[in-house]
């Protein structure tokens, strides 16, 4: 997603399944990070517990919508949830 400022908009989701408590809560918001081939096959990229960047079954998530001055305050947490290394983007 591109916005007027031509700068990559970030988007969020909320976990409301997993298979793998380890890797994603329930409850939790995680940063979705820009893939349209998993998107194609029903799946979202996120930053999960680990602080890693995984695939996982889009019907895990609920899409939120932060606006920009709430997604900055997220990403600049150092909790690894919600964050990613490319949280840079939309400083």
Same mark, same amino acid.
């Given at each position: 997603? !591109?916005?007027? #400022?031509n700068?990559?908009? +970030?988007?969020?989701?909320? #976990?409301?399944? +997993?298979?793998d408590?380890?890797?994603? +809560?329930?409850g939790m918001?995680?940063?979705v990070l ?9 799946y979202l990229?996120v !930053?999960?517990n680990e602080g890693?960047s995984?695939?996982h ?9 932060f606006?920009?001055?709430i997604?900055?305050? !997220? ?14 983007l939309i400083a």
């Open positions: 997603m !591109i916005n007027k #400022c700068k990559v908009s +970030t988007r969020f989701a909320v #976990c409301v399944d +997993t298979d408590p380890d890797l994603l +809560t329930a918001g995680y940063q820009p893939d349209d081939n998993a998107e194609k096959s029903d990229r !930053i999960d890693e995984y695939l079954p889009a019907r895990y998530f609920v899409l939120v919508d606006p920009h001055p997604q900055k305050v !997220i990403l600049r947490t150092n909790v690894p949830v919600m964050r990613s290394v490319a949280s840079e």
